[in-house]
T-cell receptor, first 112, second 111 residues
Framework: DAMVIQNPRYQVTQFGKPVTLSCSQT?????MYWYQQKSSQAPKLLFH???????NEADTPDNFQSRRPNTSFCFLDIRSPGLGDAAMYLC???????????FGQGTRLTVV | ELKVEQNPLFLSMQEGKNYTIYCNYS?????LYWYRQDPGKSLESLFV?????AVKQEGRLMASLDTKARLSTLHITAAVHDLSATYFC???????????FGTGTLLAVQP
């Protein structure tokens, strides 16, 4: 059974049209991560939550926002997608002090 | 700032050969992970290494950790085509809870 679920698996959006990607988890983990992975590159951390504490990476563009309304859900909002935002977006969870980090299946975002 | 570097970036090897991928990191860490990624897919967890001298093996892959040298290795024994994928190491910064990835190694095993 999938423990970290990302929806949708594939998302096509228009240039400049806001889009939201979602991530849910059944593990009750207190840390959640969002990564952007472009073709042939390593996953790049955009931000992460430790419980409700939001931690933004210094080089994450303002165009990217996130919400975590409760432990189970986390959203990635792209306010005005550009062609350069086309990528795979990965969500991951872990328990602070725990061992494993679990990844969702990813959302492939296409901007047209 | 936590930095993670891998080498080589690309590795082409013949079936049956052995090789090692190296992962160097810049600061102390609680956890070191190795992941496999197939094209268009998410990340598959291979190993979690928790302490100095840790060694884990699964099939033809063996991972080790030297915290004093800030180095982890992923050794491939008698490679087979099915091992072709991209391999990432990743480090968890204990104080920050950040999970930072290395640059990745694209492994192509030729028949």
């Amino acid at each position: 059974d999938a423990m970290v679920i990302q929806n949708p698996r594939y998302q096509v959006t228009q240039f400049g049209k806001p889009v939201t990607l979602s991530c849910s988890q059944t593990l009750n983990h207190n840390v959640m991560y969002w990564y952007q992975q472009k073709s042939s590159q390593a996953p790049k951390l955009l931000f992460h939550y430790y419980d409700k504490d939001f931690n933004n990476e210094a080089d994450t563009p303002d165009n990217f926002q996130s919400r975590r309304p409760n432990t189970s859900f986390c959203f990635l909002d792209i306010r005005s997608p550009g062609l350069g935002d086309a990528a795979m977006y990965l969500c991951a969870t872990s328990r602070a002090g725990g061992i494993e980090a679990f990844f969702g299946q990813g959302t492939r975002l296409t901007v047209v | 700032e936590l930095k993670v570097e891998q080498n080589p970036l690309f590795l082409s090897m013949q079936e049956g050969k052995n090789y090692t991928i190296y992962c160097n990191y810049s600061t102390t860490s609680d956890r070191l992970y190795w992941y496999r990624q197939d094209p268009g897919k998410s990340l598959e967890s291979l190993f979690v290494l928790l302490s100095n001298g840790a060694v884990k093996q699964e099939g033809r892959l063996m991972a080790s950790l030297d915290t004093k040298a800030r180095l982890s290795t992923l050794h491939i024994t008698a490679a087979v085509h099915d091992l072709s994928a991209t391999y990432f190491c990743a480090l968890l910064g204990g104080a920050t809870n950040k999970l930072i990835f290395g640059t990745g190694t694209l492994l192509a095993v030729q028949p």
